[in-house]
Antibody, heavy 118, light 108 residues
Framework: QVQLQESGPGLVEPSQTLSLTCTVS??????????WSWIRQPAGKGLEWIGR???????NYHPSLKSRVTISVDMSKNQFSLKLSAVTAADTAVYFCARGPYNTFVSWGQGTLVTVSS | DIQMTQSPSSLSASVGDRVTITCQAS??????LNWYQQKPGKAPKLLIY???NLETGVPSRFSGSGSGTDFTFTISSLQPEDFATYYC??????????FGPGTKVDIK
């Protein structure tokens, strides 16, 4: 059974770039028709889809974040990554990585809290 | 953008109660809707996909229905492990996904 695990700094300074990695185990990131997504959740609030990458390397991003987001994949390490630039306090949230078919998020990481503060 | 609303935002119920949550889309999304359960400090878990299909391994007390703009999620007999927050998620305008604001189910 596939497992996902987020990793990265828990504290990022305002205006800097948030960088997170999702390590996939129990299955190859390059196999199957799966999309690999990032989703975030501010404390006490709802879920916001950030973007996704397909096994082909094609990406889709939320329009409101598109100018600041890059999602990439490293097949050799079985990982995919999120970079969010020019962060502000509004980007403070728990960030989840997730896997799914075209339209659903089936497998999730446990989530990692990222706080934007100086 | 498609906006999703859920009602109620929270409810209190007892073990054994029938619980119903509604999700409304701002435009017709056909049956392009999923339901998730999230417990505190945990990742969401997919329960229902395509509005009415039960995900593998999910107990049959959970069900979903609806199409177009109005959807319903039901727990037929609430169990202690069901106290959680429930979210709907639309995928009509892929690749933009939006979630509802959530419904918190707690113990009466």
């Amino acid at each position: 059974q596939v497992q996902l695990q987020e990793s990265g700094p828990g504290l990022v300074e305002p205006s800097q770039t948030l960088s997170l990695t999702c390590t996939v185990s129990g299955g190859s990131i390059s196999s199957g028709r799966y999309y690999w997504s990032w989703i975030r959740q501010p404390a006490g609030k709802g879920l916001e889809w950030i973007g996704r990458i397909y096994t082909s390397g094609s990406t889709n991003y939320h329009p409101s974040l598109k100018s600041r987001v890059t999602i990439s994949v490293d097949m050799s390490k079985n990982q995919f990554s999120l970079k969010l630039s020019a962060v502000t306090a509004a980007d403070t949230a728990v960030y989840f990585c997730a896997r799914g078919p075209y339209n659903t998020f089936v497998s999730w990481g446990q989530g990692t809290l990222v706080t934007v503060s100086s | 953008d498609i906006q999703m609303t859920q009602s109620p935002s929270s409810l209190s119920a007892s073990v054994g109660d029938r619980v119903t949550i509604t999700c409304q889309a701002s435009q017709d999304i056909h049956n392009y809707l999923n339901w998730y359960q999230q417990k505190p400090g945990k990742a969401p878990k997919l329960l229902i996909y395509d509005a009415s299909n039960l995900e593998t391994g999910v107990p049959s007390r959970f069900s979903g229905s609806g199409s177009g703009t109005d959807f319903t999620f039901t727990i037929s007999s609430l169990q202690p492990e069901d106290f959680a927050t429930y979210y709907c998620q639309q995928f009509d305008n892929v690749p933009l996904f939006t979630f509802g604001p959530g419904t918190k189910v707690d113990i009466k």
